[in-house]
């Protein structure tokens, strides 16, 4: 709905104090506006603290069937909430490792993601092939998962039958210029 719907429906006077109640909402958390679109808001039930930690994982071999989310995490890092445009449960970071994602992820690059197992075209994800963690493009053909990579000197390959999606990767912090 938009401001002046929102002054509509409640029956108030003003746009300005709809303004000023949805301002106030964010404050304590009841709202969440998306960086990424400034008219699209979150309702949380439970308000989120305007900082939080998510766990950071090393992308290394995790086993059959395993989760670089079954492990213990490596560190704790605090982020600002309002960075994310999900809520800060569903997240959690991992460590770059390798150049296959180069030029946008370099090695050491810090990437925030959010847990999710669905598959989703043309979308980069945390995933594990094979028992191997890694970031990737991923995309569908006829039921195949193909992985891709930014850097063009790495072919794209197909997943294997132990694939599984750990979550999308929704922002990257640069370690070096």
Do not use: W
Request: contains cysteine; glycine residues 8%; negative net charge.
């Amino acid at each position: 709905l938009t401001v002046r719907e929102l002054q509509e429906h409640l029956g108030v006077s003003s746009t300005s104090i709809v303004a000023h109640h949805i301002e106030q909402l964010e404050k304590k958390g009841y709202l969440k506006r998306n960086p990424g679109n400034p008219q699209d808001y979150q309702v949380l039930s439970d308000p989120e603290k305007p900082v939080t930690y998510l766990n950071l994982y090393g992308l290394a071999q995790c086993g059959p069937n395993g989760s670089i989310l079954d492990g213990t995490p490596i560190d704790r890092l605090a982020i600002s909430t309002k960075v994310l445009s999900f809520p800060s449960a569903e997240g959690f970071m991992v460590k770059a490792r390798g150049d296959s994602m180069e030029p946008a992820i370099k090695e050491d690059d810090l990437i925030i993601a959010r847990k999710t197992a669905e598959i989703r075209d043309g979308k980069v994800v945390v995933c594990v092939n094979d028992g191997q963690a890694l970031v990737k493009i991923l995309h569908i053909d006829n039921g195949r998962y193909i992985l891709h990579s930014f850097n063009t000197e790495h072919n794209p390959f197909i997943a294997s039958t132990d694939f599984r999606v750990e979550g999308e990767v929704m922002g990257v912090i640069k370690q070096s210029i």
